[in-house]
């Protein structure tokens, strides 16, 4: 497989650890909880605290209470109740004089200050001039805000998308917006146009993103694209929204993974399922860790 990464986390005995491709372990499995590596650095959490490790010098770099972000260049961790940016490479932290709630798009830090919100960049700087009763990062530079109990949305400028505010707005994707007014839930475009989908299909819909609406009818579940065309409606329970094509599902208790005709390329036999990497997918069952293709191979496994 090309391009395949260097280290792969796995669980034995309820405990994470890691191993290289060459199946040799290379941090023991004694921790609660993992990040997977960047480059060569991993955060490790065991009896409540968690620790940045790098695998190559054999050294734990910082400590922390909690993370809220790990990515190429920093982190962003809780430290005795005070939050801080923590840049990886420099081995440096920068106290953040807010409290943080988490970090959104994986670019946006979302702060609170006496009840009202706002987010910060990863040089600290507020992103707004304003601050709302709440604010969240949607999608495709969107951001819905809230300001007495009234929902809108806005763009990076802080300019309003949609002229109108509603009760709720849920989700969005790069065209529609789910608004809630007057009890109802419709959809909206940029423009104002309303498109009431339960005039064509008796479905509890959920979240629209990447292209693709998912709902739940009866005792099915499935998803509609961007044109709100059905592209399947099967005998199993939504878990994820469709990335790369593939979405996890759950049946009976167990997580597999269906391509967007709804045909299982991983059965639903595992515990636990969760995205890797483009194409693989990391799987639990009992007391055996796997990943596995989107062809259903298997790539690694431990008992």
């Known amino acids: 497989m090309n391009n395949i990464k260097q280290y792969y986390k796995f669980k034995v005995n309820n405990k994470y650890g890691f191993k290289d491709l060459d199946n040799k372990v290379i941090i023991d499995f004694e921790f609660d909880d993992v990040t997977n590596f960047i480059n060569d650095l991993v955060w490790l959490k065991k009896t409540n605290k968690w620790f940045l490790y790098n695998i190559k010098d054999k050294n734990e770099l910082l400590s922390s209470d909690q993370i809220y972000f790990f990515g190429n260049e920093i982190s962003i961790v809780l430290i005795k109740n005070t939050h801080y940016i923590f840049y990886n490479l420099e081995n440096k932290k920068i106290k953040i004089n807010f409290e ?31 601050w709302y009763d709440d604010i969240d990062y949607i999608e495709h530079g ?4 809230t300001t007495k109990n009234k ?12 002229d109108n505010y509603f009760e709720d707005i849920n989700i969005e994707s790069k065209d529609f917006f789910k608004v809630k007014s007057n009890d109802k839930w419709i959809f909206i475009d940029k423009l104002g146009g309303e498109y009431d989908l339960s005039k064509i299909y008796n479905f509890d819909f959920g979240v629209f993103k990447n292209l693709h609406l998912n709902f739940k009818a009866k005792n099915k579940s499935g998803f509609l694209n961007q044109f709100f065309e059905i592209k399947f409606k099967k005998k199993f329970e939504i878990c994820s929204h469709v990335i790369d094509g593939y979405v996890i599902v759950k049946k009976y208790d167990r997580y597999g993974v269906v391509n967007m005709k709804g045909r299982y390329i991983i059965k639903p036999i595992y515990n636990f399922i969760e995205y890797d990497e483009k194409n693989v997918f990391y799987a639990e069952r009992k007391n055996c860790s796997t990943y596995l293709t989107t ?7 431990i008992n």
């Open 100 to 130: 943080v709630v988490n970090v959104q798009n994986n670019m946006f830090i979302k702060i609170k200050n006496k009840e009202q919100y706002n987010f910060l960049d990863f040089n600290l700087n507020l992103v707004f001039k304003n």
């Open 142 to 145: 969107y951001f819905c805000t």
């Open 151 to 162: 929902k809108t949305i806005i763009n990076i400028k802080e300019e309003k998308v949609i």
């Open 295 to 301: 062809s259903g191979t298997e790539l690694f496994k």
